[in-house]
């Protein structure tokens, strides 16, 4: 069962770090605290077999690559694939927002030989930020680091509030004020970045599972 152990916690480690990965980015995948993730890669817990499964599926390789001591020489796929599919996902984002400003730019060409007046016609880049944002938020949280989402979100708060601020000056309204709502907008979610994630169900089983272990242990 050590041995096991041993194994299993060093390709883990191995494979993670070869997808360039850090334990939170690792552990946000799996559903996973990254206090999990650390006493996998140490040896002191044992993830059970569905989740090997997952992590096997992830990193392109299978289970028997994980509980295996030694492997041959040949690189893993798992240090391609990783690179390939962010490489891959973080193009796909970067075209996703740049469409957003396509549109924006073609919309602002519309109005430009409508005649509409100058002023409003420029707003439409103004709006284009939140409407960024958001498709930037959804992306990310479904293939990135969901860490990045809080600062995703303040972009997006802050560029709603300029829009509105802007739109308000024509009609000579100086909204001064929306500035310190975006404050406190801002205050909470630092805050809320502080708020850390409940381990999962599977963390707390491996944890139960290492302290049993434990007086075994010493007793040995």
Request: hydrophobic content about 50%; overall charge negative.
């Amino acid at each position: 069962m050590n041995n096991i152990k041993a194994a299993v916690s060093k390709n883990i480690a191995s494979l993670r770090q070869s997808a360039h990965m850090t334990q939170l980015e690792f552990a946000e995948r799996l559903n996973y605290s990254d206090k999990a993730v650390s006493k996998w890669e140490r040896g002191e817990a044992l993830p059970d077999i569905a989740t090997l499964a997952e992590i096997a599926n992830i990193f392109g390789v299978t289970l028997d690559y994980l509980v295996a001591e030694e492997h041959p020489k040949e690189e893993p796929a798992a240090e391609i694939e990783p690179k390939k599919n962010n490489y891959n996902r973080s193009v796909i984002t970067c075209v996703s927002v740049a469409l957003v400003w396509l549109i924006a730019i073609l919309i602002f060409v519309i109005l430009s030989v409508s005649g509409v007046t100058s002023v409003y016609r420029w707003l439409v880049f103004v709006y284009s930020m939140p409407v960024s944002s958001i498709v930037w938020l959804v992306l990310n949280s479904v293939w990135m680091n969901r860490r990045r989402n809080y600062l995703i979100i303040s972009l997006l708060m802050w560029s709603i509030i300029m829009g509105i601020y802007l739109s308000l000056l024509p009609a000579g309204i100086n909204a001064l004020s929306l500035f310190l709502l975006g404050g406190f907008g801002q205050f909470i979610i630092v805050m809320w970045s502080f708020i850390k994630r409940p381990p999962a169900v599977g963390a707390d089983e491996n944890a139960a599972e290492n302290s049993d272990e434990q007086p075994e242990q010493t007793a040995e």
